[in-house]
C-alpha cells in the first residue's frame, strides 16, 4: 500500500513540475510563438541549403578527382 502511495505522490509531483515548468518557459520566452517558429524554419532552411550546396559542389569534385586519379592510375599500367 505504501507503494502505491509513493507512486501516486511522484506522479503528482511530476505533473505539478511539467505544469510549473510549461507555464515559466511561456512566461519567460524571449519571442511569441509565431517568431519562434519563423526563426526556426528559417534555420532549417539556411541549413538544407547549406548541404545541399555542400553535397552538389564538394562531392561532384571529390569524384571527378577520384575519378581522374583512377584514370591516370590504369593509363600507366
Known sequence: MAEREQGRSFFVGALIGGILGALWAIWNAPRSGEETR?????????QVNGVRRQVAGESLKEALAEGKATARALNKR
Not at 519563423?38 to 539556411?46: G, S
Open 38 to 46: 519563423r526563426a526556426i524554419q528559417q534555420t532549417v532552411d539556411e
